[in-house]
């Protein structure tokens, strides 16, 4: 757990809770998102995820960081209840949205609560234009403004306007994203869990887009949930970081604390001393002197 092994500052990872400024709320109700001591399995016998717990406060931005394999997706699936294939399962640990327990429940049951996955792949139907893809989206009628949702799409992402006749397969790759967030947008979040939003995307676009997905949370209250390989993305976007490495949340703490950590600093961001390239053997060496490794 990350308050064991590792919480950097306040002991109630709250830190996200007292910083920054009260954002207003949408009209749904949003709650505190948890995770607590939740284990993965794949296939019956693969552990993706052991024990993570984690807390997303309503409102506020939580970022979860981890290298190719570490179980970002999966922690994103065992909310979302998007676990796919076969003996795919939570097999421990519960996930619950204020008072509800979302713990294996159906990716309908969770969206219909207002909490929205953005995937990580196959996020738009190709084969459909802009205007379809969002026209496909089941509008909940019991939260949100509608109109004031499309006015914030227009707002945020004025190039889905310009290209809504187009296929979207052949939008670029940050264009596609948008299309993801818009698609998300039209479900009136109350939490949106969002996986990589970094990928495959320009720079100058990724800047944008958090920019956007900022706008979403002061704007609309809805807290986010997002889960990223690029640090410096994570770090510059989130009230809260949390660290997983091979299925285990290793640290958690603001984005100034955790800027500040060695480990961060080598692992994550590649700011450290700055004394060159390190060997393989070096990495190995260090990989085991790593200070919230036991
Ligand atoms: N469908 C699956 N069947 C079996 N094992 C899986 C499946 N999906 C993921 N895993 C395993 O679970 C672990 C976590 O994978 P996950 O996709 O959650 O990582 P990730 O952090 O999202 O990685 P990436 O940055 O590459 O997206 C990995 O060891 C992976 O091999
Ligand atoms: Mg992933």
């Not at 204020?98 to 159906?106: I, Q």
């Not at 196959?122 to 949100?144: I, M, Q, W, Y």
């Not at 009136?188 to 958090?210: C, F, H, K, M, Y």
Request: net charge positive.
């Amino acid at each position: 757990m990350a308050a064991e092994l590792g919480t950097i500052g306040a002991p109630e990872a709250t830190s996200a809770t007292s910083s920054a400024p009260p954002a207003p709320r949408p009209a749904g109700q949003v709650a505190d998102l948890e995770l607590r001591r939740v284990v993965v399995t794949y296939n019956r016998v693969a552990v993706a995820i052991q024990e993570v717990s984690l807390r997303v406060p309503a409102g506020r931005v939580v970022a979860v960081l981890g290298a190719n394999g570490a179980g970002k997706t999966t922690t994103l699936r065992a909310v979302s209840g998007f676990l796919p294939g076969d003996g795919a399962a939570v097999t421990g640990g519960t996930v619950l949205y204020g008072h509800a327990d979302l713990t294996g429940r159906k990716p309908h049951v969770v969206a219909r609560r207002g909490v929205v996955l953005i995937p990580e792949r196959h996020k738009v139907f190709a084969t459909l234009s802009v205007e379809d893809n969002l026209r496909c989206v089941p509008v909940p009628k019991d939260r949100g403004d509608h109109a004031a949702t499309l006015a914030l799409i227009d707002e945020l992402f004025p190039v889905l306007s310009k290209r809504r006749r187009q296929l979207a397969g052949y939008l670029s790759g940050g264009e596609r994203q948008m299309l993801a967030i818009a698609k998300a947008l039209l479900l009136e979040p109350n939490v949106l869990l969002a996986d990589e939003l970094s990928l495959g995307i320009a720079p100058a676009l990724l800047t944008r887009i958090l920019e956007a997905v900022r706008q979403i949370n002061a704007q609309r209250g809805a807290s986010v949930l997002l889960v990223e390989q690029n640090a410096a993305a994570a770090l510059e976007i989130a009230d809260h970081v949390y660290v997983l490495e091979t299925g285990r949340v290793v640290l958690d703490g603001t984005p100034a604390e955790l800027t500040e950590h060695a480990d961060v600093q080598n692992f994550y961001l590649g700011t450290s001393d700055g004394s060159g390239e390190r060997s393989y053997a070096d990495v190995k060496q260090y990989r085991k002197a790593r200070r919230w490794a036991r």
